[in-house]
T-cell receptor, first 114, second 115 residues
Framework: KQEVTQIPAALSVPEGENLVLNCSFT??????LQWFRQDPGKGLTSLLL?????REQTSGRLNASLDKSSGRSTLYIAASQPGDSATYLC?????????????FGKGTKLSVKP | KAGVTQTPRYLIKTRGQQVTLSCSPI?????VSWYQQTPGQGLQFLFE???????NKGNFPGRFSGRQFSNSRSEMNVSTLELGDSALYLC??????????????FGPGTRLTVL
């Protein structure tokens, strides 16, 4: 059964710092991996989608990598800003037992202090 | 293009009642998925519809059901509500030119409170 874990559960950094959020998954049989952000009480905003054949994707200050063989993905945020404060979720589109299901981690709550 | 819209945004119901939630996907998107988000369990997949057919289903009881219309709009229904059904219900749509490879775009959610 596919499981997605995000560590740490919460992170507080000063403005301007570069940071890395981690995501791991137990089964490498995936279609893709997607990173989202969620602001309190709101829906999810898609940040980056990495297909299983890709190694990384970039959008502005964000860079996401995928190592399918080790079951890991990282989200790199450069020059963090207070507006980046949110909960960041990663999700894998499962190819195995839960075929097609999007399996989410519990998220990392990021706080960027001015 | 307008994003995914969900109605209503907030609902308060009592145990035993039933509820219907609505989702309008981004124009042109053919797949609609539903998720339940709670503080304890996080985000859990409910079901996915594609071309009016349920393509995939999560591990939820039969009280949770859904459907998709020919214009891709979708509804989900929860019958015989329980206190544990209190959650944020999120709908997501995707283009699905190739199955399960596209970005999912989420709506703002419907906050359901069961008293």
């Amino acid at each position: 059964k596919q499981e997605v874990t995000q560590i740490p559960a919460a992170l507080s950094v000063p403005e301007g710092e570069n940071l890395v959020l981690n995501c791991s998954f137990t089964d490498s049989a995936i279609y893709n991996l997607q990173w989202f952000r969620q602001d309190p009480g709101k829906g999810l905003t898609s940040l980056l989608l990495i297909q299983s054949s890709q190694r990384e994707q970039t959008s502005g200050r964000l860079n996401a990598s995928l190592d399918k063989s080790s079951g890991r993905s990282t989200l790199y945020i450069a020059a963090s800003q207070p507006g980046d404060s949110a909960t960041y979720l990663c999700a894998v589109r499962d190819y195995g037992g839960s075929q097609g299901n999007l399996i989410f981690g519990k998220g990392t709550k990021l706080s960027v202090k001015p | 293009k307008a994003g995914v819209t969900q109605t209503p945004r907030y609902l308060i119901k009592t145990r035993g009642q039933q509820v219907t939630l609505s989702c309008s996907p981004i124009s042109g998107h053919r797949s609609v998925s539903w998720y339940q988000q709670t503080p304890g369990q996080g985000l859990q997949f409910l079901f996915e519809y594609f071309s009016e057919t349920q393509r995939n289903k999560g591990n939820f009881p039969g009280r949770f059901s859904g459907r998709q219309f020919s214009n891709s709009r979708s509804e989900m229904n929860v019958s015989t509500l329980e206190l544990g059904d209190s959650a944020l219900y999120l709908c997501a749509s995707s283009l699905e030119l190739e199955q399960w490879t596209d970005t999912q775009y989420f709506g703002p959610g419907t906050r359901l409170t069961v008293l």
